[in-house]
């Protein structure tokens, strides 16, 4: 596995939570449109709400999409991470690829104060492969 492949979770989580906040938005902006046509009927510039309505429903079909790519390759993960036979390595791997920690916080999680110490041994286990 590379490292892009490894990156691959990072990068989808991201992507999953930049959609989240933009179908956030848009909920409020239905909502916004919702309370202006019924109050004076004129709809108070925020656009037609069957627009809104329609882009929500789409973002929506494209984060269950994601959410379900994230799910698939989360096992994939694990279960390339299952099969290193190293403890400490899984344990790396484990923290920096599926709970997305800093190197940082995974040299104290490890009782290191060096933050290299962990991103040593990860490199040292892709250059022995």
């Known amino acids: 596995m590379t490292i892009d492949a490894l990156s691959r979770l990072y ?13 956030e938005e848009l909920l409020s902006k239905a909502e916004k449109c919702t309370s202006k046509l019924g109050g004076s009927g004129k709809g108070g510039g925020y656009g037609d709400n069957s627009a809104v309505l329609a882009k929500l429903a789409d973002l929506s079909v494209r984060l269950r999409s994601m959410e379900e790519q994230c799910l698939d390759e989360r096992g994939t993960l694990e279960d390339y991470i ?6 400490q390595i899984r344990l790396i791997f484990r923290l920096k690829f599926v709970e997305m ?6 040299a104290f999680y490890m009782g290191e104060f060096d933050e290299s110490y962990p991103r040593r041994r990860f490199k040292r286990f ?4």
């Open 11 to 23: 990068w989808l989580d991201r992507e999953i939570r930049l959609l989240g906040e933009q179908r």
């Open 82 to 87: 299952e099969k290193i036979p190293d403890p």
């Open 101 to 106: 920690k800093t190197w940082q916080q995974i």
């Open 126 to 129: 892709f250059e022995g492969l």
